[in-house]
């Protein structure tokens, strides 16, 4: 069963980013309407998924809310060792912005959460979302920051105004609610979990539909070094120092059959 929901979670994946991307060469998919997909996903389906989810989720436990601050720990933790190979592989000041950058910031909004949903349920999915609270104030901070000292072109648009984008509130609003409702101890209506059985895949195939059609397939060549370094960073050292902070109280999704 297992094996059978992360195959499953797998293929979403791969297949949602490969007809975004056959869309795309087809023309079918233009970016203007993978920005629109974009923007119904954000302004529409995630905050009533998150909102549904985080209503199913204990939050009176104090130790679901330090996953936030466990994320973000995980996140600056990889600076050290991305800055490390960007000098040992003398890369250039844009290539190093790059590499450190990639290496903190990652999409575990869609594709780990998902997997988590498929894996262990609702809550799982939850979690996974609330981990990911660091993301919005991180990324405009540290990562503008980072754009800024080793970017070659002019600097981008005011962090400020890129802070107060509508978008960015949307899922956080439904988070908030959702949040709420549960701390209020309202009972959620069972007909909810089936919609929000339904939402999640719906969400996240949208999501990566629009994605893949932005992206460009190229030979690895010299990049290929790179990509092996990023793949430990992300894969072993990550993994490794999230282990390291999580607690025997942390609070764990249970398998569901649901």
């Known amino acids: 069963m297992m094996i059978g929901r992360l195959t499953f979670g797998l293929t979403l994946f791969?297949?949602?980013?490969?007809?975004?991307?056959?869309?795309?060469h087809r023309?079918?998919?233009t970016e203007p309407v993978a920005q629109q997909m974009i923007r119904f996903v954000v302004k529409r389906l995630s905050p009533i998924v998150l909102c549904l989810s985080f209503w199913k989720l204990p939050v009176t436990n104090p130790g679901t809310w330090l996953l936030p601050l466990i994320g973000c720990?995980?996140?600056?933790?990889?600076?050290?060792?991305?800055?490390g190979y960007a000098r040992w592989a003398g890369l250039s000041r844009p290539q190093t912005g790059s590499f450190l950058?990639?290496?903190?910031?990652?999409?575990?909004?869609?594709?780990?959460?998902?997997?988590?949903?498929?894996?262990f349920g609702e809550v799982a999915y939850s979690l996974a979302m609330l981990y990911l609270m660091y993301f919005n104030p991180c990324?405009?901070?540290?990562?503008?920051?980072?754009?800024?000292?080793?970017?070659?072109?002019p600097e981008p648009a005011s962090s400020d105004s890129a802070l107060l984008d509508e978008l960015r509130f949307y899922p956080f609003?439904?988070?908030?609610?959702?949040?709420?409702?549960?701390?209020?101890?309202?009972?959620?209506?069972?007909?909810?979990?089936?919609?929000?059985?339904?939402?999640?895949?719906?969400?996240t195939v949208l999501y990566l539909i629009a994605i893949g059609s932005?992206?460009?397939?190229?030979?690895?060549?010299?990049?290929?070094?790179?990509?092996?370094?990023?793949?430990?960073?992300k894969f072993w050292y990550s993994p490794l120092v999230g282990w390291a902070l999580v607690e025997e109280h942390t609070p764990l999704p249970q398998p569901s059959e649901s």
């Open 14 to 24: 791969v297949g949602s980013l490969g007809v975004g991307w056959w869309l795309s």
């Open 27 to 29: 023309r079918v998919l």
């Open 73 to 83: 720990l995980v996140s600056l933790s990889t600076l050290l060792p991305a800055w």
């Open 101 to 119: 950058v990639c290496a903190v910031f990652s999409n575990l909004g869609f594709l780990g959460a998902f997997t988590a949903f498929a894996l």
């Open 139 to 153: 990324f405009y901070s540290l990562g503008f920051a980072l754009a800024k000292r080793f970017g070659e072109r």
């Open 173 to 203: 609003l439904g988070l908030l609610v959702g949040a709420g409702l549960s701390a209020a101890q309202v009972p959620r209506p069972l007909v909810f979990e089936t919609v929000n059985h339904a939402l999640i895949p719906i969400d």
């Open 214 to 233: 932005q992206l460009r397939m190229e030979p690895m060549g010299q990049r290929r070094q790179a990509g092996l370094a990023m793949s430990a960073i």
